[in-house]
């Protein structure tokens, strides 16, 4: 347990590359809003030492093909209702109360081999 804004809370370890329900609203201008799975980014170190705040990428069903390196595609499994894409470029480090429930579904390492190469492409780290 953990003190926050003054109550107890149950620290929850987020994992990365797990995908969890988040709400992002409120938004501004382009940012992905309304309450929808989105990947853990962040390190595990973060993750473990249960960091107040959380970095994540949205998800959406709205599917466009080709559209690497700026998303990349997930079929429907586990938890993960829809086949979605992960929009590498709407990157957003969110409360920890925004994130609602159980992990949905972890990418595999293969997934997260392209995650992080498409990452390092769209912030310019190549």
């Known amino acids: 347990m953990r003190l926050t804004n003054g109550t107890l809370s149950t620290l929850m370890a987020y994992k ?29 170190l973060l993750n473990d030492v249960g960091h107040p705040s959380t970095t994540v990428l949205p998800l959406t069903t709205q599917l466009i093909e080709g559209a690497e390196p700026l998303r990349l595609r997930l079929v429907s499994r586990d938890g993960l209702e829809y086949d979605s894409d992960i929009m590498l470029d709407q990157t957003r480090t969110i409360d920890n109360q925004r994130i609602n429930g159980d992990m949905l579904t972890l990418l595999s390492e293969q997934e997260m081999g392209k995650i992080e190469l498409f990452m390092r492409i769209v912030l310019g780290l190549e």
């Not at 590359?17 to 390190?43: F, H, W």
């Open 16 to 44: 990365r590359g797990g995908i969890y329900l988040a709400n992002l609203n409120p938004t501004r201008g382009t940012e992905s809003g309304k309450t929808r799975p989105c990947m853990v980014m962040q390190s595990k």
